[in-house]
């Protein structure tokens, strides 16, 4: 028993009514078989109507496995860094596939991904458990992007709070006791990381070339991240804001000198100023736990990490009075909010230094007493 009109077709099997219709040269048909003809005609008018206002979505899209939706998005963007494919790989293989790779896009709900991010949360830290369904996310953002789904099911989905990073304010002080304390062959490293504020994989990216002692600067050109199956491999600095050249002071460019000198190839201009002791590109993870923490450890600054190096040279250009714009081109931020409000912390000397400005402009007779003496509360003599 069928039923024809003019977009579409619905016809009866057993108990149950079937709904399809022509569009783009192919035969679609309804994802599943309705209670009541006039269910499936329903169905239809919905179909015509988003083809009219150009909204329809191929029913069949929605049918892609999520495993071939996430290949596809994960080679789309030839823009990505290498350190960021590499983190997505992990993210996907590791985490997302074994529980979402087989399902269908449309099989997929905002309750399956709530329980997927439950399951995480259970064993594994917020930080980790936001990046992986950043990838999730990505993935069907994607998949509407190219018209596969209507919608995505990552919506309203609560994530963990994300405890606030605990940071290590160095000092000065502090830089000198884990330069003594680490090997001589990474000392000139620490200085480079406290005193230019240059982030790891520019540090270890570094080459003989980039450093010109008669000019007295260092430019930043390259950095050093790892990439697809751990190989580490070079690239461009973060931004095009870490692209940059800076004047060195004095002693950082002696200390360099000295450095390249003892365990560099100062006639190679492509030879990497920092190594390790085999002569190739250092591993953060190794080099950390081998040299930095012993190193940390020794001078008193347990949980203090590479990056605060960096924190420290921000902090102390825009306690000095650098301006900040100064401040921003040294680090390679592309924003000087990010120098503001992320890296340049206040330490208590600067704040005592504030407290004596503020008795100068407001207390100027402080000294004699009666600027305090003219605003202060009048007292009784006695106490009853």
Known sequence: ????????????????WEASYWHAGRRHTGPASF????????????????????????PASGRMPFEVAAAHWFVSNPAKRESTLAREEVSLRLHILPTLGALRLD?????????????WSRHRAARTVRRDYDVVRAVYSYAVSNDWLVRTPCRNIRLPAVP????????????VRIAEAIPERYRAMVWVGAVLGLRWSEVIGLKVARIDLEAGTLTVAEAITRGL???????????SAGTRTMTLPPSMAMLLADHIAAFSEPHHPEALVFTNSEGRPIRYDNWRRREWLPATAAASCDGAGFHDLRRLAATTMV?????????QVRLGHSDPRMTLAVYAAAPPEADHAAADRLEQKFFPDSGSGS???KFAPNRPNSVP
């Open 1 to 16: 028993m069928a039923g024809r009109r003019s977009f579409g077709s619905v016809r009866k099997r057993g108990q149950r």
């Open 35 to 58: 209670g009541t003809k006039s269910e499936a005609l329903d169905f239809l008018a919905t179909a015509q109507s988003e083809i009219r206002r150009n909204t329809w979505i191929d």
């Open 107 to 119: 099989q997929i709900s905002p309750f399956e991904i709530q329980q997927l991010v439950n399951e």
């Open 164 to 175: 606030r990073a605990k940071r290590h304010d160095l000092t000065p002080a502090d830089v």
């Open 229 to 239: 199956g751990g190989q580490l491999v070079t690239g461009s600095p973060k931004s």
């Open 319 to 327: 306690v000095a009075g650098i301006d900040i714009k100064t401040a």
């Open 371 to 373: 600027t305090r003496a």
